[in-house]
């Protein structure tokens, strides 16, 4: 199965700042990169995805990057706001016959102070 | 439009108690999960669906069984709870391979 990891397990910055989240996953068969945000007492949401033909893509003040070769992708969020305090899912699927299960990392616990 | 309807949102079981926790949504979307979400350790996929009638285990699938009998419901039974089992609960579900999955606002079940 799909090994991930994300890291930081934890991250503060200050309101206007910049946050950047990394997750290793093992699958070179991955073809989907889906980030999710979850907020307190909801379940996760998707923000962000990039597919495997693809380097970047951005949306307003979001990015993902992927580098296929290294097997990771990151999810860059600029000028931060308080709103954006929530905890962050890096999700790769593996393709094939997988039916788009999706392979959760531990979660990035992101704090944006005004 | 009410995407991924979970019920009941709260629910204290006995060591040993039965339940289904249900899952509906409105997007005619082909799969449906259940995820379990402990501190710590992310969303664990317990059971998934690819179509109605069809379902296969996840990650941690022990304790649970489920059921699609319909296209739009995806019900996840725990028929002797154990306090292991006490969890926040989510059901997901997607329209194809790799594309976007819409969550549920979660079961929080507590055995006791």
């Known amino acids: 199965g799909e090994n991930v990891e994300q890291h930081p397990s934890t991250l503060s910055v200050q309101e206007g700042d910049s946050a950047v989240i990394k997750c290793t996953y093992s699958?070179?068969?991955?073809?989907?990169f889906p980030w999710y945000k979850q907020e307190l007492g909801k379940g996760p949401q998707l923000i962000i995805d990039?597919?495997?033909?693809?380097g970047e893509k951005k949306d307003q003040r979001i990015a993902v990057t992927l580098n296929k070769t290294a097997k990771h992708f990151s999810l860059h969020i600029t000028e931060t706001q308080p709103e954006d305090s929530a905890v962050y899912f890096c999700?790769?699927?593996?393709?094939?016959?997988?039916?788009?299960?999706?392979?959760f990392g531990q979660g990035t616990i992101l704090t944006v102070h005004p | 439009n009410a995407g991924v309807t979970q019920t009941p949102k709260f629910q204290v079981l006995k060591t040993g108690q039965s339940m289904t926790l249900q899952c509906a949504q409105d997007?005619?979307?082909?799969?449906m999960y259940w995820y379990r979400q402990d501190p710590g350790m992310g969303l664990r996929l317990i059971y998934y669906?690819?179509?109605?009638?069809?379902?296969d285990k996840g990650e941690v699938p022990d304790g649970y069984n489920v059921s699609r009998l319909k296209k739009q419901n995806f019900l996840l039974g725990l028929e002797s709870a154990a306090p292991s089992q006490t969890s926040v609960y989510f059901c997901?579900?997607?329209?194809?391979?790799?594309?976007?999955?819409?969550f549920g606002q979660g079961t929080r079940l507590t055995v006791v």
């Open positions: 997007m005619n979307h082909n799969s």
């Open positions: 669906s690819a179509s109605e009638g069809t379902t």
């Open positions: 999700a790769p699927v593996q393709g094939g016959t997988s039916y788009g299960k999706l392979t």
């Open positions: 699958d070179s068969a991955s073809n989907y």
């Open positions: 990039i597919r495997s033909n693809v």
């Open positions: 997901a579900s997607s329209s194809l391979e790799g594309a976007e999955a819409f």
